[in-house]
T-cell receptor, first 110, second 113 residues
Framework: AQRVTQPEKLLSVFKGAPVELKCNYS??????LFWYVQYSRQRLQLLLR??SRESIKGFTADLNKGETSFHLKKPFAQEEDSAMYYC????????????FGKGTRLSVIA | SQTIHQWPATLVQPVGSPLSLECTVE??????LYWYRQAAGRGLQLLFY??????ISSEVPQNLSASRPQDRQFILSSKKLLLSDSGFYLC????????????FGPGTRLTVT
């Protein structure tokens, strides 16, 4: 069965410090991984997907199939990065729901 | 462009009363539709999803049901609400096929008193 694990419920870092939000997945097939973010009083939105290999708002995430991980990283945290972050796993076919982790709340301290 | 709407935004209902939450998508056809409940510390719990009109898959047996009367309309219902039904309900859609990206609505905050 597919599973996504985000081991930290809460992560607090100081402004300017590096950030790493951990995500591990369990899936025997070819995974498609996403990071979603929910800022205060805003709807849940897609931050990035591994296929795109892009950097959004300074965040990057690399799919490591050997370690079955998809950690989200940013070299210098900003206060506006404070939000709830969810890692999600999809199958190669789009007709099944994404499997979400339980989320990590990132708090960036000034 | 595509947009997704949910209403109402907030709702306070007494125990034992019925529930109807509505979700509609604009700007696309034949989307896959999803209902989630979001709770602190428990993440996103998938409740129902639908790949077409009249096709509903239930992920968690509980006091809720879902229906899809039209292509871009998804309804979450209950005949008799329980206190444990309180929560934040999110509707989402995706194109389906090879596309996995899900797009979320603004959510409905339900409080059962």
């Amino acid at each position: 069965a597919q599973r996504v694990t985000q081991p930290e419920k809460l992560l607090s870092v100081f402004k300017g410090a590096p950030v790493e939000l951990k995500c591990n997945y369990s899936y025997s097939g070819s995974p498609e991984l996403f990071w979603y973010v929910q800022y205060s009083r805003q709807r849940l939105q897609l931050l990035l997907r591994h296929i795109s290999r892009e950097s959004i708002k300074g965040f990057t995430a690399d799919l490591n199939k050997g370690e079955t991980s998809f950690h989200l990283k940013k070299p210098f945290a900003q206060e506006e990065d404070s939000a709830m972050y969810y890692c999600a796993l999809g199958k190669s076919s789009g007709n099944t729901p994404l499997v979400f982790g339980k989320g990590t709340r990132l708090s960036v301290i000034a | 462009s595509q947009t997704i709407h949910q209403w109402p935004a907030t709702l306070v209902q007494p125990v034992g009363s019925p529930l109807s939450l509505e979700c509609t998508v604009e700007g696309t056809s034949n989307p896959n539709l999803y209902w989630y409940r979001q709770a602190a510390g428990r993440g996103l719990q998938l409740l129902f999803y639908s790949v077409g009109i009249g096709q509903i898959s239930s992920e968690v047996p509980q006091n809720l049901s879902a229906s899809r009367p039209q292509d871009r309309q998804f309804i979450l219902s209950s005949k008799k609400l329980l206190l444990s039904d309180s929560g934040f309900y999110l509707c989402a859609w995706t194109r389906g096929g090879l596309y996995n990206e899900q797009y979320f609505g603004p959510g409905t905050r339900l409080t059962v008193t």
